[in-house]
């Protein structure tokens, strides 16, 4: 499985404050959406998320996001390597993800920007 990048997820308190903090340091826009009550910001590998504190709870458990070319390939390669997939592959706004536990309990968000139907 070829993995493209890694995203690191950041939840904070106040999302316009971080988003003016790294885009300074990034030096790029961010793009913003909202998605399960959780408003979201990109910018550059960063990924800051912002909402009510049960749902930021279950997002912190997820150490971070790992781009791939295509999840149905990362679902393949995870299992047969002692992974569980624990949610997914769903579709988002920008292609589709699923949630996996390793066998040394750590949690990756694993994602591709193929298009859904």
Known sequence: MEILG??????????????AFYEQLTGTAAQRSDRGG????????????????????VLRKVTATVAV?????????????????VAGPVATPVGRN???LHPDGAIFEYADRRPTA
């Not at 979201?40 to 709870?57: H, Q």
Request: hydrophobic fraction near 55%; aromatic fraction near 2%.
């Open 98 to 100: 699923l949630i996996a």
């Open 38 to 57: 959780v408003s979201v910001a990109a910018v550059g590998c960063f990924l800051l998320m912002s909402g009510p504190a049960a749902e930021l709870d």
């Open 69 to 85: 070319p295509d999840v149905d390939e990362a679902k393949e390669v995870l299992t047969a390597s002692g992974a569980r997939v």
């Open 6 to 19: 890694t995203t690191l997820r950041i939840c904070v308190d106040d999302l316009d404050a971080a988003v």
